[in-house]
């Protein structure tokens, strides 16, 4: 397969002239409208164990990782354009109201003041600043707490992240049903990934299941395991 660019930009295989990228998000702390919100140590391990996995899979692959200082919203545009893939492993914040708009991934503030950039990445930013952002993106993934809730519309429904990564160009989304384990979530994505990298053929759904039922051997309560679902194209 063709080299991608990971979301972190991934290729599926060496383009002719560089790999592909991968932006990755972890989130450290944040206060603004939806108060302080806790570390998240699992994330870096998270992060890195993907990295590690598309490395040793896709060494031509160019793989690069915003942490703290570096995960403004800013970085992510910055770090976007031709990623194949893009992983976000951060706090999820919902909106149940009205148009859901203020669903959000948390991401750092940037220190000196930025016009649009108030560390949140919300449903209406997707679906507004980031259409076709992401056309040549193949699979986004929510490492989040209910990434997947939102608000259900009549004609509509769902409207959360997930469409507002679908309008912003994705096929397909992979979030979370209900809030997730730190830990038991970093051990599911870096199981997911291996998987996938080793059987591209197989597809996204099919790794991501299988990652599901490792994971539930030793996790046996579906709270660690089963929140996470792909929506759109499962290949």
């Known amino acids: 397969m063709p080299a991608g660019t990971l979301g972190i930009r991934i290729a599926k295989e ?3 002239t560089a790999g592909p990228k991968l932006a990755v998000r972890v989130a450290t702390r944040s206060g603004a409208r939806h108060g302080t919100l806790a570390p998240l140590p699992g994330s870096r391990a998270e ?10 899979a896709r060494p031509d692959a160019e793989v690069r990782i915003l942490l703290g200082p570096d995960a403004t919203e800013a970085g992510l545009v910055a770090a976007v354009p031709g990623a194949r893939i893009l992983h976000l492993a951060t706090h999820g914040l919902v909106d149940e109201g009205g148009s859901a708009s203020f669903s959000a991934l948390a991401l750092t503030k940037p220190r ?3 016009p649009g950039d108030d560390g949140f990445l919300t449903f209406a930013d997707l679906l507004g600043r980031w259409r076709a952002r992401l056309k040549h993106t193949e699979l986004v993934v929510l490492s989040a707490c209910d990434s997947q809730r939102g608000r259900l519309e009549a004609d509509e429904g769902m409207l959360s992240l997930p469409l507002g990564f679908s309008f912003a160009g994705c096929p397909r989304v992979i979030g ?5 384990d730190d830990e038991a979530t970093a051990l599911l994505m870096a199981s997911f ?3 996938w990298l080793a059987s591209p053929q197989a597809g996204a759904a099919a790794a991501l299941q299988a990652a599901r039922r490792e994971l539930k051997q030793n996790h046996p309560d579906p709270h660690h395991w089963a929140p996470f679902v792909l929506l759109g194209d499962a290949r």
């Open 176 to 180: 979370s049903l209900w809030r997730v």
């Open 47 to 56: 992060v890195e164990a993907i990295a590690k996995a598309y490395q040793h």
């Open 193 to 195: 990934y291996r998987r």
């Open 112 to 114: 000196l003041p930025v």
């Open 14 to 16: 060496p383009p002719a």
